[in-house]
């Protein structure tokens, strides 16, 4: 703004004023780099600490509103993760997608996978955290990382993320959401894993939903705080002491009543045959034992579901409290 100091002399007050206030602060001593640039400091969402740099642009590095809308609704849905997150460590890109799932495990659920297997991935500047959810991306109490440091190598092979570990171990969790796919590729393009002596050797790792001490598979009790974890034994007593209550056990009451309902209807038949019922006096000995073959499908399938809806480490009481953070 220039400023004619001729024009009067209400004009060249105003410009004396001007010139002492400029000269003043260009004789104070300079500011930190960290006071001069505001942006500097480190972004927060909702509590939740978050790479400026990276967050809300594309694998181009163009900041998009979309992309700013879908990663800001994603943290809301996992903001619990805060309090899981190390000193100076920040959050690069959420994405979503699936957990390991097994051949077997495909085989006998077949594409109902898809609503049971969902998960929520958090790339960190550190490590890779995975959430379990529910159908609605709502988060399960089950958290387990995966240390860069502990991976010989991390990539992208279609919509499969493929992680494999130092030890020789390997893991594919599939269908990384199209949206963040190319995004996630140059975040791991430039992410250092460490020589092969470096880390703990170790595969993804669960943390205690309480106290976020790290979990061994062998156990389940946290060392920490002691807090008890569903146990496969119970999901096997349970899924075949009552028709659907492996799924009961797991938390899935939808699934534990369709199962249930199927359990009872192809039990019943079948008992009620072998008593000789006239209910079923048209039905033939054949139809008999494909009822019984389906019955025993089921609940082996049911079995063997729950005993997988578990492993995340899914707390005993539902109830439970963060603690000792």
């Known amino acids: 703004m220039l400023i004619n100091i001729n024009n009067g002399p209400e004009e060249q007050i105003y410009d004396t004023g001007w010139r002492k206030i400029m000269t003043k602060i260009q004789n104070q001593k300079p500011a930190s780099r960290k006071a001069q640039n505001v942006f500097s400091q480190p972004l927060t969402i909702f509590g939740v600490p978050v790479d400026r740099a990276t967050i809300f642009v594309d694998h181009k590095n163009r900041h998009k509103q979309s992309?700013?809308?879908?990663?800001?609704?994603?943290?809301?849905?996992?903001?619990?993760?805060?309090?899981?997150?190390?000193?100076?460590?920040?959050?690069?890109?959420?994405?979503?997608?699936?957990?390991?799932?097994?051949?077997?495990?495909?085989?006998?659920?077949?594409?109902?996978?898809?609503?049971?297997?969902?998960?929520?991935?958090?790339f960190t500047n550190r490590r890779i955290l995975h959430i379990p959810t529910r159908f609605n991306r709502s988060a399960h109490s089950s958290v387990s990382q995966i240390m860069y440091e502990d991976c010989a190598k991390i990539q992208l092979k279609g919509r499969n993320l493929v992680v494999c570990y130092k030890n020789g171990q390997q893991e594919v969790f599939p269908y990384i959401s199209?949206?963040?796919?190319?995004?996630?590729?140059?975040?791991?393009?430039?992410?250092?894993?460490?020589?092969?002596?470096?880390?703990?050797?170790?595969?993804?790792?669960?943390?205690?939903?309480?106290?976020?001490?790290?979990?061994?598979?062998?156990?389940?009790?946290?060392?920490?705080?002691?807090?008890?974890?569903?146990?496969?034994?119970?999901?096997?007593?349970?899924?075949?002491?009552?028709?659907?209550?492996?799924?009961?056990?797991?938390?899935?009451?939808?699934?534990?009543?369709?199962?249930?309902?199927?359990?009872?209807?192809?039990?019943?038949?079948?008992?009620?045959?072998?008593?000789?019922?006239?209910?079923?006096?048209?039905?033939?000995?054949?139809?008999?034992?494909?009822?019984?073959?389906?019955?025993?499908?089921?609940?082996?399938?049911?079995i063997f579901h729950s005993r997988q809806l578990i492993e995340n480490f899914m707390p005993s009481n539902k109830d439970f409290t963060l603690r000792k953070i």
């Open 67 to 122: 992309i700013e809308k879908r990663q800001r609704k994603l943290i809301i849905k996992t903001a619990f993760i805060k309090f899981f997150l190390h000193q100076d460590e920040s959050i690069r890109c959420l994405s979503t997608g699936y957990s390991p799932v097994g051949i077997l495990e495909q085989v006998l659920t077949g594409i109902s996978f898809l609503y049971f297997k969902r998960a929520i991935f958090v």
């Open 178 to 302: 199209r949206k963040e796919k190319k995004k996630i590729k140059s975040i791991l393009e430039v992410v250092s894993l460490t020589p092969k002596e470096a880390g703990s050797l170790q595969q993804r790792v669960h943390l205690c939903p309480s106290c976020r001490a790290a979990l061994k598979n062998e156990k389940r009790i946290c060392p920490n705080c002691k807090l008890t974890f569903k146990t496969a034994k119970l999901a096997t007593f349970w899924a075949l002491a009552f028709p659907g209550g492996g799924y009961f056990y797991s938390r899935n009451r939808f699934l534990a009543f369709l199962a249930g309902l199927l359990e009872i209807f192809f039990g019943s038949l079948t008992v009620l045959f072998l008593m000789g019922a006239n209910i079923v006096k048209n039905i033939t000995p054949g139809a008999v034992v494909l009822f019984a073959i389906a019955f025993i499908f089921l609940k082996l399938s049911t």
